[in-house]
């Protein structure tokens, strides 16, 4: 295609680097991006109804694939509603290019119909944020901003007036090897060294895991067998760590289980493997800490270290374990296993019991009903909000399937909007949305882009008529809950009256068969479960205060939610016992 305009110049640079689709809604000061679009094969405009799921979408696509995802915004609040989607992107280091259209050059700073300053707004959200206003800039800011995205894991901001999106575009060549790929970082001879002598001198070594362990799982089975060191994760570790695991001892974090918390805190050492895990409060005092990142800033950003390691974790494990001498003493370990198996056989009967009659339907045998259906190598995405909770305690991780979700930045809504991207970024592949009804609704429009894209998402709807989370957060505070509960809603009927299939289950009977046929059939699917709203679920570490505001509020408490089929890993974990 002959370059012509500027915004027809970018829309060729994105080709370039593989970028697929633009997620976004149209406005004035865009329709040079989008007609750019329209006229270049082998990328599209894909209609949203909400920028910020656009974002979102972008944001999921970015994570199943590893490659750079685009959305796009016009001028004023056309791009202000991408704000929310960017900051989930960023700080789920997803690769995110963000088109923000603006107004006409000529008119920026008088207060103009629809202004705003997309290069002050979305600077906190990106790693780069640069607004063109001549067309030998382009080519270049482009790429800038693709290699930010890209190299560093994260958004990053094109700020395009539609006046010079229009221009003709500069004649300088644009053809440039843009490196989309990140190396591994190998840490300096003096850091290992110096992290072999503390994990050779420490009796009991604990491994915490989070998202950076990607890719690491069997290194970090070997360094556990050599240490003889349990392995707990944060949430965003679980779906890289938590499988095949014979180490495995549970989640630590204000959703967490089993014997993590402790595991960590009778530890002489514990190692951080690719985790900013965000809670202070969950680290021990009086533990040597050492932490492992490939990004150096993140160094010591949650507790102070004995030891910061910069490099990448697959890359240090490998450097490191030909230094670390075999540990004989498994007492630690066997300890806590024990202690694990044991934390999870009190819970695992939590909403067993009866469950297949109680009404309204136990949200935690909904998801292990979920688990047990979905495909092997699903894409789940989670809403915050108690679905969180019920993920990582009852979805599976296999090393096939995926579990995304607004895990550091914690929006509501995301479910869907992600869902979105993971499903056109990888056709056949089941993707399930596991939404909660105050996500749904935030997000509703979404519903329609399913119908009119055809995606085939499986949204299972955890339908409590309440904001939960809220509702279980002013419990612990011992405050009276106020403006949690929502209307009683059938969306299913909403979905059916979409075009979708809609189906309301009520019954626990009825659950089974009710997600086989929308996983059965083609195209989108809302499974509306109409769940227990009092289905509450505690950290395993809550203070006296939490307590007794809980029970004071409440006269019936659930201090522990059950968990899935991670109790047959800690039962036939506490197998590999030697016997005496
Ligand atoms: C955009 C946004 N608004 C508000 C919140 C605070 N918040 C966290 S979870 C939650 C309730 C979510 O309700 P729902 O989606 O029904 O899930 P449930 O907890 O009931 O399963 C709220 C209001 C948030 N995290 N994000
Ligand atoms: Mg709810």
Not at 3 to 27: C, F, K, P
Not at 103 to 119: A, C, K, L
Not at 359 to 378: F, R
Request: net charge negative.
């Amino acid at each position: 295609m002959a370059r012509n305009t500027v915004a027809d110049q970018l829309v060729e640079i994105l080709r370039e680097v593989g970028v697929e689709r633009v997620y976004g809604v149209v406005g004035d000061s865009l329709n040079p991006v989008v007609d750019g679009i329209r006229r270049r094969r082998g990328i599209e405009w894909t209609q949203v109804r909400h920028e910020e799921s656009g974002a979102f979408a972008a944001s999921a696509e970015a994570q199943v694939t590893g490659q750079l995802a685009v959305c796009a915004g016009s001028c004023g609040p056309g791009n202000l509603h991408l704000i929310n989607g960017l900051y989930d992107a960023h700080r789920s280091m997803a690769p995110v290019l963000a088109i923000a259209s603006h107004i006409p050059t000529s008119e920026i700073g008088t207060g103009y119909f629809q202004e705003t300053h997309p290069d002050r707004l979305f600077v906190e959200c990106s790693h780069y944020c640069e607004m063109v206003t001549d067309p030998e800039q382009l080519a270049r800011v482009t790429r800038i901003a693709i290699q930010h995205a890209v190299g560093r894991g994260g958004v990053s901001v094109i700020i395009l007036p539609g006046d010079v999106a229009g221009l003709a575009a500069s004649k300088q060549p644009v053809g440039h090897a843009l490196v989309t790929e990140r190396p591994k970082v190998r840490p300096g001879p003096d850091e290992l060294a110096r992290l072999a002598e503390l994990m050779n001198d420490a009796n009991r070594v604990t491994l915490f895991c989070g998202r950076g362990t990607q890719g690491a799982h069997d290194l970090v089975m070997r360094l556990a067998e050599r240490l003889k060191a349990p392995v707990g994760h944060a949430l965003r570790g679980k779906e890289w760590i938590q499988y095949d695991n014979p180490f495995d001892v549970g989640m630590s974090g204000l959703l967490g289980y089993g014997a993590c918390y402790e595991a960590m805190h009778e530890a002489e050492l514990l190692v951080l493997l690719g985790t900013d895990f965000p809670y202070p409060a969950f680290l021990p005092d009086g533990v040597r800490i050492v932490q492992v990142d490939h990004r150096a800033e993140q160094l010591g950003r949650r507790a102070p270290l004995a030891l910061g390691v910069w490099g990448s974790v697959s890359e240090t494990i490998e450097q490191v374990l030909p230094m670390v001498r075999e540990k004989r003493d498994r007492t630690f370990l066997d300890n806590a296993l024990r202690k694990h198996a044991a934390a999870l056989e009190r819970v695992v009967g939590a909403y067993t019991q009866d469950v297949e009659h109680h009404l309204p339907i136990h949200p935690e045998y909904a998801a292990s009903v979920l688990d047990e259906e979905a495909a092997d190598d699903a894409v789940f995405t989670v809403d915050t909000g108690m679905c969180n909770v019920w993920a990582a305690r009852y979805i599976s991780p296999n090393g096939r399937r995926r579990l995304l979700g607004s895990f550091s930045h914690g929006s509501m809504a995301n479910a869907v909007p992600q869902a979105i991207g993971a499903a056109l970024a990888q056709p056949g592949r089941q993707v399930v949305a596991m939404a909660g009804d105050g996500g749904f609704a935030m997000l509703l429009g979404e519903l329609l882009t399913l119908v009119a894209s055809d995606l085939p998402v499986k949204v299972v709807l955890f339908n409590n008529s309440s904001l939960g989370m809220v509702k279980l957060e002013m419990l612990v505070a011992g405050l009276p809950e106020h403006g949690t509960a929502t209307q009683h809603t059938d969306f299913a009927a909403i979905a059916r009256a979409a075009g979708a299939h809609g189906v309301r289950v009520e019954r626990p009977a009825d659950l089974r068969a009710a997600l086989r046929e929308a996983f059965d059939r083609p195209g989108p699917a809302v499974v509306d479960v109409v769940t227990d709203p009092n289905a509450l679920s505690m950290p395993p570490k809550i203070t006296a205060e939490q307590v007794s505001g809980f029970a004071l509020s409440m006269g019936r408490t659930v201090l522990a939610g059950g968990v899935g089929r991670m109790i047959q890993l800690a039962r036939s974990n506490l197998r590999n016992i030697p016997r005496p």
